[in-house]
T-cell receptor, first 117, second 119 residues
Framework: GAVVSQHPSWVICKSGTSVKIECRSLDFQATTMFWYRQFPKQSLMLMATSNEGSKATYEQGVEKDKFLINHASLTLSTLTVTSAHPEDSSFYIC?????????????FGQGTRLTVV | AQKVTQAQTEISVVEKEDVTLDCVYETRDTTYYLFWYKQPPSGELVFLIRRNSFDEQNEISGRYSWNFQKSTSSFNFTITASQVVDSAVYFCALSDALMIYNQGGKLIFGQGTELSVKP
């Protein structure tokens, strides 16, 4: 199956700093990537959808200035949590779709556990 | 609106018992996909199955089986002879036609069911 790699797998940062999370599709060109957030003991909630070369579409209630998404190439999307605060501590996971025969299936990265102290 | 409901928040069974995880979905579309994912404590999502709305055949894969019933909008998942390694959170998810064609792969997840299998 397709491989989506997410980096880092975990990160601890100080309050007020920014953190960048990378999501790479390793063996296919991902025309669309999705970013989800998961709080402890809760479901995955879609934050935003990004298409290569265009601005991301954010779900209602997600601050686009706080969660910057860049999808500059067909294999890489980044999520930057700006001026992180403890309430941003969460599990962030990306998924990617695209490529021949892969438009209906989402392949997930390993996730990034962010802790803001 | 699309919605996925997993009414069972937590289930605890003893090893070798059979267990069924329920999933009920809502969509107005006639074309859609249903998924099950397993999320072990490490956090990654493990893909288990994808089923499209036109294929109502039940599926069996080893100890896993899925029962798709369009009449009741349910897509239940059964683990036979459960094992400790099955302990995880299981998510049911939906991707309907609008999501597929406009934003292929966007998923709506249920709340998840935490399965604990005790030895």
């Amino acid at each position: 199956g397709a491989v989506v790699s997410q980096h880092p797998s975990w990160v601890i940062c100080k309050s007020g700093t920014s953190v960048k999370i990378e999501c790479r599709s390793l063996d296919f060109q991902a025309t669309t990537m999705f970013w989800y957030r998961q709080f402890p003991k809760q479901s995955l909630m879609l934050m935003a959808t990004s298409n290569e070369g265009s601005k991301a579409t954010y779900e209602q209630g997600v601050e686009k200035d706080k969660f910057l998404i860049n999808h500059a190439s067909l294999t890489l999307s980044t999520l930057t949590v700006t001026s992180a605060h403890p309430e941003d501590s969460s599990f962030y996971i990306c998924s990617a779709t695209g490529g021949e025969g892969r438009s209906t299936e989402a392949f997930f990265g390993q996730g990034t556990r962010l802790t803001v102290v | 609106a699309q919605k996925v409901t997993q009414a069972q928040t937590e289930i605890s069974v003893v090893e070798k018992e059979d267990v069924t995880l329920d999933c009920v979905y809502e969509t107005r579309d006639t074309t859609y996909y249903l998924f099950w994912y397993k999320q072990p404590p490490s956090g990654e999502l493990v893909f288990l199955i994808r089923r499209n709305s036109f294929d109502e055949q039940n599926e069996i894969s080893g100890r896993y089986s899925w029962n798709f019933q369009k009449s009741t909008s349910s897509f239940n998942f059964t683990i036979t002879a459960s094992q400790v390694v099955d302990s995880a959170v299981y998510f049911c998810a939906l991707s309907d036609a609008l999501m597929i064609y406009n934003q292929g792969g966007k998923l709506i997840f249920g709340q998840g069911t935490e399965l604990s299998v005790k030895p």
